[in-house]
């Protein structure tokens, strides 16, 4: 089984950045299309970023585009997404998921447990 970890969450001001980190128990992990989501209180998991297994596409919802980036190191098994110019809205438990190059949580088989980001107006 792959397991996948999150970290980097935090609290932050609205404005400021955070970079949140998904390591991957083992190196399959490089062949897999990874997804970002996040899921507010009250509400349901959303799709925000997704990125193919070489690092060459990228996929990001319309209210984040242009201030988050995802990336990934392969040899290190690990998926980041850079959060630039936070926004209160942004704020929710930020969840990895792989495989898929999808932005349905249903077409993904591993998750990790989230890392809580908050962002404070």
């Known amino acids: 089984q792959v397991q996948l970890v999150e970290s980097g969450g935090g609290v932050v001001q609205a404005g400021g950045s955070l970079r949140l980190s998904c390591r991957a128990s083992d190196r399959t992990f490089s062949m897999y299309a990874v997804g970002w989501f996040r899921q507010a209180p009250g509400k349901e998991r959303e799709f925000v970023a997704g990125?193919?297994?070489?690092?060459?596409?990228?996929y990001y919802v319309d209210s984040v585009k242009g201030r988050f980036t995802i990336s990934r190191d392969n040899a290190k098994n690990t998926v980041y997404l850079q959060m630039n110019s936070l926004k209160p809205e942004d704020t929710a438990v930020y969840y990895c998921?792989?495989?898929?190059?999808?932005?349905?949580?249903?077409?993904?088989?591993?998750w990790g447990q989230g890392t809580q980001v908050t962002v404070s107006s």
């Open positions: 998921a792989a495989p898929g190059w999808s932005p349905k949580v249903t077409d993904y088989k591993y």
């Open positions: 990125i193919s297994w070489s690092g060459g596409s990228t």
